[in-house]
């Protein structure tokens, strides 16, 4: 079901964590909420849940249209998972997952069969059945963070929200459980809201980038979009690798990606510059060049495939040409 | 030639078991096998004609059955000042956490004497009790007082720290997924602080079986009614009856020993200890 955030200002104390948020997100979306700590990315995502709430008066949140600002966590069926799982340590994996159904009124309690069933359903959707009568603790960081998956799962909510849900896991499974939960939104199809500082997460996993810092959206894009368009300077720094640097006998400070730096042979033609390979590291699918401007102590980085990097024969010392591509802007 | 043991990364695992054992045997079970040798020498005639007086049975059940009174008082309210203190922030806290810990650090004997100031007929409080036909000190309910008062810390001091590590986010998980604050306390909290819950009860229960201090100020001691056994012991000694008096101390130790046993076997039964 869709989001809307409306005007949203948190405060606390004196400091201002959410500083007049407007944002829609749309039915069936994934959504990610990326920003560096301290952006206020997570307080959104805790008052969207329920479990905090805006300064009074200050902002409104519609959830399918519907006014919810005011409802607690327990009546606003946003499913929640936490960074650090929260799963209830004394409950075996099945009475974790089986919590929501338990604690509803008996008028709209399913049955003790009900019950066993869809938590058995859930249990096979995030792929850990056979483990319902362990405790949390029987358990891998990755489980872990699918029995908290299933759990919220289980009250069929509204929307999902998922708070930083990689971030206590290693490398490797940080990254399967990543493609792991595309594919499973896709199955689902729940409106789901993640936050991440880990831009390459949320590039590669969401519909919808939502770039947050210091209380406030600085864009909201597809992956491209935020990537190859960035907004503000704030953006082109804090997405991706990229060189900030003044062309030589010019005053303006431009961005440009180490992609986006096209490598020529030094009598080149096309040549808009010229510089000097100062280092080269080629350990990895690409080289990266590390390149000082003449008459300049500005460097900036290039990546070439290393194919290219063999075929101009290059190494350090070597002058080279440059041409910029065409996004770069000043 | 010995066998060669696999290596540990934890060294002097005999030399610290060598102590253990040692240490408690000459501080703990020697003074206390003491007691059954002593009392061994009534033989069982002599022991059960001992201990089975009416003055005795009644000494028994009245501490017995105070210290399990007490001790379920002090856990409710153990919990329940254990919670304010760790969720709460409030002027004067930290006052009145320290204050839990005077019950330990006081004489017994001072506890006694303050609190049957306080209750008795012309007590502070006693005396607006006095009215209404109400009598504490001098009766079981003054009883009732010190072994709470004295209970009181084991149950709070064995709670915090359980409490302060309790993750918040449980409960915000309880509420997101449809749990009243009543279904999230009763089903996420509460049995996950039990066992420390039983184990503080057990503690101020231990204690209110031995007190002594206190109660002989208050209890007014009058045989039959507001005799506690530690008290007749000391009188069997002071009329030099040491038979009597070890074969009292025995059976206290008997029954102690095996109430313990008892809660230890049902924690470890019945409750399930989160390991993270």
Redesign the interface.
Known sequence: MSIVVQNLRRTFGTFQALRGINLEIADHQLVALLGPSGSGKTTLLRIIGGLDFPDPGQGKILINGEDVTEEPAADRKAGFVFQHYALFNHLSVFDNVAFGLEVRRRAVRPGKAAIRDRVLELLRLVQLEGLEARLPSELSGGQRQRVALARALAIEPKVLLLDEPFGALDAKVRKDLRRWLRSFHREIGVTTVFVTHDQQEALELADVVVVMNQGQVEQVGSPQQVYDQPATPFLYEFLGDVNKVRKPGRPDLFYVRPHEIRILFAGDAEAEFHAKIEHLFAAGPSARLTLRFQDSRDTLDADITRLQLEEMGLSEGDEVGLKLALSTHG | MGKKRPRSILPGFGLSLGFTLAYLGLIVLFPLLLVFVKASGLGWSGLLHAVSTPRVLAACRLTFGLSALACLLNCVFGLLIAWVLVRYRFPGRGFLDASVDLPFAMPTAVAGIALTGIYAPNGWIGSLLKPYGIKVAFAPPGILIALVFIGLPFVVRTLQPVLEDF?I??E?????????RW?TFC??VF??LAPALVTGTTLAFARAVGEYGSVVFIAGNMPGKTEIVPLLIITKLEQYDYAGATALAALMLLISFALLLLINFLQRKTL?R???
């Open positions: 993750e986010a449980q915000e998980a309880a509420a997101s997924l449809g749990a009243t279904q089903r996420v049995p996950q399930v989160p390991t993270t």
